[in-house]
């Protein structure tokens, strides 16, 4: 059933709200929602001009607009009310099929969660999504003995209706919110401690080994958005007074408003807790007898080999996935870029090959049978035939420029575990958490631009 949006969109509007709430015949309940909103918003009814931008400038989702899907994304208005419970409060982010807000539950007296908001095309006309599904499937799953370390790195869903806007009906999800993401951590950050890097990819591989063994689910897109951190409500408290007192920059278009997104702010109570993988809109449930999978996916420059040749994929497309990632991490450089740097057409599959191949060295014939497609540039005994050459010097050993000595000789080792062209070559989640390199004590500073 589609639920109930009360809209505030403006300081006068955000005043009626109360009295609208107050008249309206909704159950008992509702006086309950008055007093939160009379006693306990954080949604201030007054404050600090924004800066306006001109209508003319794309701003955040407006760049994933699709002129065949008018209203692709909920015309969200600090101050509406979602679900008779959930006050919105500021922007926390947005993405390709969604935006998240930061919201008060006016059920629970001082209680922030956070309401993604799904566009019209992310969900069927049931009002379920991918996401969701793979969401309650996690929340679900038993480990065999009952616990595992990986569960406490995911999020539950703790509410998740459908809102009707002007384009359709769009799914919300609604969860604890979470701190910044990983990739602002580090940009703020110029030089960090190896040991941060380690303590991070520890709970990365607790989790993906919870997702691959107990849930069957390949998460298809790790990467520093999708890994945020665990934070207490004086970390919102003081990100709200932030936005009161310097508000985001935000366009009027058309009969809607725009919002800049709120990411992070200074908060001398706020806390960094646990990493928590997040962002399950292209993650896939394998079938546990015949875990694999088909088609194109993953970001382009962390796109696994198989998946590169259009073979089948499992759970090991994530620890390729994982290699891409840490390397930018230590290097400060991607590992692949797989662009067309020629013709300036976006993805290249060929560029990327090439890049593998110079990487690792050349693939192995049984990948090679399987390939159904990119598999052109490569003879039958694996040679490498393309058209784009890469020097001899592209190796990991000789680009591999921050780490020395016993953390070098680990480190490359490590990265050679994840980056095999065969899917059952790279080690699991679970046997990357035994490797010697995360576990050394010494712990440089690796600095960054």
């Given at each position: 059933?589609?639920?109930?949006?009360?809209?505030?969109?403006?300081?006068?509007?955000?005043?009626?709200?109360?009295?609208?709430?107050?008249?309206?015949?909704?159950?008992?309940?509702?006086?309950?929602?008055?007093?939160?909103?009379?006693?306990?918003?954080?949604?201030?009814?007054?404050?600090?001009?924004?800066?306006?931008?001109?209508?003319?400038?794309?701003?955040?989702?407006?760049?994933?607009?699709?002129?065949?899907?008018?209203?692709?994304?909920?015309?969200?208005?600090?101050?509406?009310?979602?679900?008779?419970?959930?006050?919105?409060l500021l922007k926390l982010g947005y993405g390709t099929t969604s935006t998240v807000w930061l919201a008060q539950d006016l059920m629970r007296w001082k209680k922030y969660v956070a309401v993604k908001i799904l566009t019209v095309d992310a969900s069927d006309k049931d009002g379920q999504s991918d996401e969701l599904e793979v969401l309650k499937h996690v929340s679900k799953a038993v480990p065999p003995d009952k616990t595992h370390t990986g569960l406490s790195f995911f999020r539950k869903v703790i509410d998740s209706f459908e809102i009707q806007g002007p384009g359709g009906k769009h799914l919300c999800i609604v969860q604890i919110p979470l701190r910044q993401t990983l990739s602002t951590f580090m940009r703020e950050r110029a030089n960090l401690p190896l040991s941060i890097y380690k303590s991070i990819l520890v709970q990365t591989f607790w989790a993906l080994d919870y997702l691959h063994t107990v849930c069957?689910?390949?998460?298809?897109?790790?990467?520093?958005?999708?890994?945020?951190?665990?934070?207490?409500?004086?970390?919102?408290?003081?990100?709200?007074?932030?936005?009161?007192?310097?508000?985001?920059?935000?366009?009027?278009?058309?009969?809607?408003?725009?919002?800049?997104?709120?990411?992070?702010?200074?908060?001398?109570?706020?806390?960094?807790?646990?990493?928590?993988?997040?962002?399950?809109?292209?993650?896939?449930?394998?079938?546990?007898?015949?875990?694999?999978?088909?088609?194109?996916?993953?970001?382009?420059?962390?796109?696994?080999?198989?998946?590169?040749?259009?073979?089948?994929?499992?759970?090991?497309?994530?620890?390729?996935?994982?290699?891409?990632?840490?390397?930018?991490?230590?290097?400060?450089?991607?590992?692949?870029?797989?662009?067309?740097?020629?013709?300036?057409?976006?993805?290249?599959?060929?560029?990327?090959?090439?890049?593998?191949?110079?990487?690792?060295?050349?693939?192995?014939?049984?990948?090679?049978?399987?390939?159904?497609?990119?598999?052109?540039?490569?003879?039958?005994?694996?040679?490498?035939?393309?058209?784009?050459?890469?020097?001899?010097?592209?190796?990991?050993?000789?680009?591999?420029?921050?780490?020395?000595?016993?953390?070098?000789?680990?480190?490359?080792?490590?990265?050679?575990?994840?980056?095999?062209?065969?899917?059952?070559?790279?080690?699991?989640?679970?046997?990357?958490?035994?490797?010697?390199?995360?576990?050394?004590?010494?712990?440089?500073?690796?600095?960054?631009?």
């Open positions: 059933m589609t639920k109930s949006v009360i809209h505030a969109s403006q300081p006068l509007q955000r005043l009626s709200t109360t009295f609208t709430l107050l008249f309206t015949p909704i159950m008992g309940t509702v006086v309950k929602f008055i007093i939160r909103i009379l006693g306990g918003s954080r949604l201030p009814l007054f404050r600090a001009s924004p800066p306006i931008l001109p209508a003319g400038d794309s701003l955040e989702e407006e760049q994933f607009a699709y002129e065949d899907i008018p209203d692709r994304y909920y015309p969200t208005y600090l101050g509406d009310i979602f679900h008779n419970r959930y006050q919105i069957n689910v390949v998460h298809t897109d790790i990467s520093g958005r999708n890994l945020m951190f665990e934070t207490n409500r004086a970390y919102f408290d003081d990100l709200l007074d932030a936005e009161q007192r310097d508000p985001s920059p935000q366009k009027e278009t058309g009969n809607r408003i725009i919002y800049s997104s709120r990411y992070s702010c200074i908060s001398k109570q706020g806390t960094f807790g646990r990493l928590i993988l997040s962002d399950f809109g292209s993650a896939r449930i394998l079938d546990p007898d015949k875990p694999v999978g088909k088609g194109d996916i993953q970001p382009d420059g962390y796109r696994a080999p198989e998946v590169i040749f259009g073979a089948n994929w499992s759970y090991s497309v994530d620890i390729w996935n994982v290699a891409c990632l840490v390397w930018g991490w230590i290097e400060d450089s991607p590992l692949f870029i797989g662009l067309d740097q020629f013709n300036n057409e976006g993805y290249d599959p060929e560029m990327h090959l090439a890049e593998i191949n110079a990487r690792i060295g050349p693939p192995p014939k049984d990948l090679l049978t399987q390939a159904e497609r990119n598999k052109d540039s490569f003879d039958q005994d694996g040679k490498w035939i393309g058209d784009i050459t890469i020097t001899s010097d592209y190796t990991l050993e000789t680009t591999e420029k921050k780490l020395e000595g016993e953390e070098k000789e680990h480190f490359l080792h490590f990265m050679k575990a994840m980056l095999q062209w065969l899917p059952d070559d790279r080690l699991t989640a679970l046997r990357l958490l035994e490797h010697p390199w995360l576990w050394l004590n010494r712990s440089p500073i690796v600095r960054r631009k």
